[in-house]
């Protein structure tokens, strides 16, 4: 046993460093800062620019938690602060719904929904076309996607604030908002970070709903309303022709890569603030 | 009001004086609580059964009576802290004064809360400095002003005699200090922002016994200035400090009266029992 | 000293007062707000997949393999994708539950509660569950063709075990932790070894296994991007584990993107299927934790 929980920690490093091991070939060709920066992506020339799909994903992800932070902060202020059962009965199964859906259905949704809206509600006020299929769509799919999960995390923090913290701030006559923003929205500051940046980890990993509303063109979006090409899309997209040239599937493995050292060091600060937290 | 002025003034160790501040609304002859018909259950269990008893001000009154009794509930009822428990229903009257606090709209509950000060069992500090602590309550009723909000604060600490003990560090958290500190913090805390009355649910139990007689001394000091509701669980507390007592035993009112009279010639028989040990 | 007087009659609430008053109704307003638009959402979601796929859902879908031409809009169904599916979350299902009881019992009853081990291993399980699913499918993918292997159901079973691995884990464990551990001394003072002792702790945490199980499970089912890489895909039931087999998700996502009506139409169609079995998942789980976990010590 002790043996096979070993092995699972080894995992993770055996990950890394096979990913690694597949994408040494371009780093040793082209530095990692020119592969980060550079934007033209013509694999059949040996162009690798990453900063079309750097950026696309930085866009939708940055999106997504906008959208999505002061929903999910407000709905668990609400559930814990102010809700009684009747409310709570209704919210969490929904929560639950939302969470349990696999991504793919969130693509189907995306493309029947968001995105013809987009294209016809609402980019026409500010731009003269847009497929829909944008950065915009995407990052909206993907804020509902981490919805589930931020509130769940809140929730859990937010009912860790002690009974008696609140009723203090009441009787000296705080208000009930003032009460869940001076007193339990604070207390649990560092928590509220952690799990934003366990969502940006998990919206930085989500493959098949962004990649059925993004629109996949390798460009840096100039407005939400452009088409954008994540990484996980980049990946996905390709895996079929990636092993035609070898520096191809040593460019992909290198996305995969990335994609994996900055979601595992995320996945390690919010993990341990969050251990900490359960702790005391 | 000139009452008020004089107490402030008793009240204060240092040679400048203490103005009351106007945002505050004092009575001018100090008001009673009084408990009327009142009834409390949870979930359809009575909690509470048919209390009425007028506490008195400017006394010390200890609510005693074995634990489960519903010693804290009556507490947390008379500035309505009860509303925060799931399933709660109350019928019957609790008035300050002449203003009603179960029935009373939102906003003037803020304001009656304010009027009742809470020394819980565990010290809460809030998650801020000492400073701000103290200061906390004045600035949500929107007392302003640092040189104002200076002079309160070192005038509570002093109050409690935690002045000398943390005016070097009066921003850094409050958590750090210790318990017995933090006790008194949190008494100078609800003193701040001129309550008439004060509500301490066993407020020295986890103290040790050198910081429990400190804000035990404290209270007895107090009580010319606030009137002081007290639930107690050692009974030797409740003979060293209480004026007047309340018996309550599984939810109902048993016997109330002067301390002395209680103590030495309780009239019903379950008092007897208690105050023998017999029931506890 | 003129504010004596002022003060002395009974004040209007003060302007801060009115203010914080605003401020909670605009709070309270946000937070309505917030609740209603979640449920507009889930709501959307669950009319639109059920609308669209209950007008383009046919018995002959779910029953029969495609057919010639299936992806130019001839007859045929995706039985191929449901039972593809079902091969491999079963399969990984059994799988990861034999590697990941035992971890969890020498989580929990081997070692010590301050444990530096547990600590480090909670940490990395609950790291490796956050991986997101195409990395394990692309690391799947070098390591398939490190050992000559090509896309195939054994390939896809291979994956999605490693990917439930840490949900089982972690969802057990988070279970088993608040197991009292004063049960396991007086088990041990019974004079019962440890090996029966787990008995103890398993009844404990049967539930905790059953929900584990229905959560990996739905996780697995919903997966894409890691058996894009490792099952390939295929028109026909699989009959040994060196062939491609087709998944559901792969399915929806591949008739989605074809241009004819008909075949996006069989896409909602199965997309309500897997919304369907998906739902049922989420339900059983709720019912599960409601009606067994009363049982248990708390």
């Known amino acids: 046993m002790r043996t096979v929980t070993v092995v699972a920690l080894l995992f993770v490093l055996v990950m890394g460093w096979g990913l690694y091991q597949k994408s040494a070939p371009i780093l040793g060709e082209i530095p990692l800062w020119n592969l980060l920066t550079d934007s033209t992506w013509q694999p059949f020339k040996n162009q690798f620019g990453f900063l079309p799909f750097v950026m696309g994903t930085i866009w939708v992800t940055i999106i997504a938690i906008v959208i999505s932070l002061p929903l999910s902060l407000f709905t668990a202020i609400f559930l814990t602060e102010y809700s009684r059962r009747c409310v709570k009965k209704i919210v969490y199964p929904a929560l639950d719904i939302l969470a349990s859906l696999p991504s793919v259905i969130y693509g189907v949704w995306g493309t029947l929904v968001i995105v013809p809206w987009i294209s016809d509600k609402l980019a026409p006020h500010f731009v003269d076309f847009s497929a829909g299929y944008t950065t915009l769509a995407a990052g909206i799919v993907l804020s509902i996607m981490v919805l589930p999960l931020l509130v769940s995390l809140f929730v859990e923090l937010f009912s860790s604030v002690s009974v008696d913290l609140r009723d203090t701030a009441y009787a000296l006559g705080s208000t009930r908002w003032q009460t869940a923003q001076k007193v339990v929205m604070r207390k649990s500051l560092p928590g509220i970070f952690a799990s934003v940046v366990l969502a940006v980890s998990r919206a930085l990993g989500e493959t098949i709903a962004v990649l059925m509303v993004c629109g996949n063109l390798p460009q840096v979006p100039q407005s939400v309303f452009d088409a954008c090409y994540p990484l996980p899309a980049l990946i996905a997209n390709n895996y079929g022709e990636m092993l035609s040239l070898p520096m191809y599937e040593s460019a992909l493995m290198f996305a995969a890569l990335l994609l994996f050292v900055v979601v595992l060091l995320f996945n390690l600060v919010s993990r341990i603030i969050l251990r900490k937290i359960e702790e005391n | ?280 | 000293m003129s504010w004596w007087l002022s003060l002395s009659k009974p004040r209007l609430k003060s302007k801060k007062m009115k203010k914080s008053i605003v401020k909670e109704q605009f709070a309270r307003l946000l937070m309505y707000l917030s609740i209603v638009i979640v449920l507009i959402l889930v709501a959307s979601i669950i009319w639109t997949i059920f609308s669209r796929g209950a007008k383009c859902l046919t018995w002959e879908m779910v029953t029969s393999l495609p057919g010639g031409g299936f992806y130019i809009g001839k007859e045929g169904g995706f039985l191929n994708a449901i039972v593809g599916s079902l091969y491999i979350v079963l399969a990984s299902t059994a799988i990861g539950l034999i590697i990941s009881v035992p971890v969890v019992f020498f989580l929990n009853v081997y070692l010590k509660t301050k444990s530096k081990l547990a600590y480090v291993a909670r940490l990395a399980f609950d790291v490796l569950f956050g991986i997101p699913s195409i990395v394990y499918g692309a690391f799947a993918f070098t390591l398939m063709i490190y050992f000559g292997l090509r896309t195939s159901l054994l390939g896809g079973i291979l994956v999605e075990t490693l990917l439930i691995i840490p949900i089982l884990i972690r969802s057990m464990d988070e279970v088993a932790k608040n197991f009292p551990r004063e049960l396991l001394e007086a088990s041990y003072s019974l004079g019962a070894t440890r090996w029966e002792t787990m008995g103890v702790v398993m009844r404990q945490i049967a539930p905790g296994i059953a929900t584990a199980t229905l959560l990996s499970v739905g996780r697995s089912i919903g997966d894409a991007a890691g058996v894009m890489f490792t099952a390939g895909f295929s028109d026909t039931i699989p009959t040994s584990l060196s062939q491609q087999v087709a998944t559901l998700p792969l399915s929806i996502f591949f008739q989605l993107s074809a241009p004819q009506i008909e075949v996006q139409n069989r896409a909602y169609a199965a997309a309500l299927v897997l919304t369907i079995i998906v739902l049922i998942i989420s339900l059983l789980g709720r019912f599960i934790t409601n009606r067994f976990s009363k049982h248990n010590l708390r």
């Open chain 2, 1 to 280: 009001m000139k009452r008020f002025l004089l107490r402030r003034f008793l009240a204060n160790d240092s040679n400048e004086p203490f103005v009351p501040n106007e945002k505050f609304q004092h009575p001018e002859v100090a008001s009673e609580l009084v408990v009327d018909h009142f009834n409390l259950s949870i979930d359809g269990s009575p909690i509470l059964k048919d209390v009425s008893v007028t506490i008195p001000a400017n006394k010390i009154t200890c609510i005693i009576g074995p634990s489960g009794c519903g010693k804290s509930t009556l507490l947390k009822s008379l500035n309505r802290l009860s509303d925060s428990i799931e399933g709660v229903k109350t019928s019957g009257d609790i008035r300050l004064g002449d203003t009603s606090i179960v029935n009373c709209s939102d906003s003037d509950l803020v304001e009656l809360r304010r009027r009742i000060g809470l020394v819980p069992q565990r010290p809460t500090p809030l998650p801020m400095s000492i400073f701000g602590n103290i200061a906390y309550g004045c600035k949500i009723h929107g007392v302003g002003g640092r040189r104002q909000l200076r002079r309160i604060v070192r005038h509570y600490l002093k109050v409690v005699g935690l002045w000398d003990e943390v005016k070097d560090r009066l921003h850094s958290p409050a958590v750090k200090l210790s318990i017995g500190q933090q006790q008194r913090l949190c008494l100078a805390r609800s003193l701040a922002v001129e309550p008439e009355f004060i509500l301490a649910d066993e407020a020295t139990s986890a103290l040790d016994p050198v910081s429990s007689k400190i804000v035990e001394d404290l209270f007895v000091k107090l009580k010319e200035q606030y009137s002081i509701v007290m639930v107690t669980h050692t009974l030797r507390q409740a003979l060293r400090i209480a004026d007047y007592v309340i018996f309550i035993y599984m939810g109902e009112v048993i016997e109330v009266g002067d301390a002395q009279q209680v103590f030495k010639n309780p009239q019903h028989e379950l008092t007897q029992k208690y105050l023998s040990g017999a029931i506890s």
